[in-house]
């Protein structure tokens, strides 16, 4: 039993993930203003696309995780007294750090002066 003003460790497993995806969200919210906006680059393309892609997937890579957790592991590590709305909140969280992620690696994965350093022989 807990007593109050103590934190488990699930909890506080629960807040280092909810902390961690929006810090790569905010990640990947300033890449995209600094590439689109501001427009900093690199100057090679092969090298711009590469961190772009790179970075993509390493946000992509977290909210991923934490998709396969909530189907494998669910039952057992289900902080206790989530409410649905709670759910829907932590799953839209992962969606939006998911479709940042997606986003950074799209936008360099087809980017015109990076596309023919990405593609693979035949495509």
Same mark, same amino acid.
């Given at each position: 039993m807990?007593? =109050?003003?103590k934190v488990s460790?699930?909890e506080?497993r %629960?807040a $280092?993930?909810?902390t961690?995806?929006v810090? &790569?969200?905010? &990640?990947a919210?300033? /890449?995209s203003l600094a590439v689109?906006?501001?427009? +900093? #680059?690199?100057?090679n393309?092969?090298? !711009?696309g590469a961190?772009g892609?790179?970075?993509?997937l390493?946000?992509?890579?977290r *909210?991923?995780?934490n998709?396969l957790?909530m189907l494998?592991? %669910?039952?057992?590590? #289900? *902080? *206790?007294g989530?409410? #649905? $709305?709670?759910?829907?909140l932590? +799953?839209? +969280?992962?969606? +939006? ?6 986003? !950074?690696?799209? =936008?360099h994965?087809?980017? *015109?002066l990076? $596309?023919p /350093?990405?593609t693979l022989?035949g495509e």
């Amino acid at each position: 039993m807990l007593k =109050r003003g103590k934190v488990s460790r699930m909890e506080e497993r %629960w807040a $280092r993930k909810f902390t961690l995806l929006v810090v &790569l969200i905010l &990640l990947a919210g300033a /890449y995209s203003l600094a590439v689109i906006v501001l427009h +900093l #680059r690199t100057g090679n393309p092969r090298l !711009d696309g590469a961190i772009g892609v790179v970075f993509g997937l390493f946000v992509c890579s977290r *909210p991923a995780a934490n998709f396969l957790d909530m189907l494998l592991f %669910w039952r057992s590590s #289900r *902080p *206790p007294g989530w409410s #649905r $709305r709670t759910l829907l909140l932590w +799953l839209a +969280l992962n969606l +939006l750090a998911l479709l940042a992620g997606w986003l !950074d690696r799209h =936008r360099h994965r087809h980017h *015109p002066l990076c $596309r023919p /350093y990405l593609t693979l022989p035949g495509e």
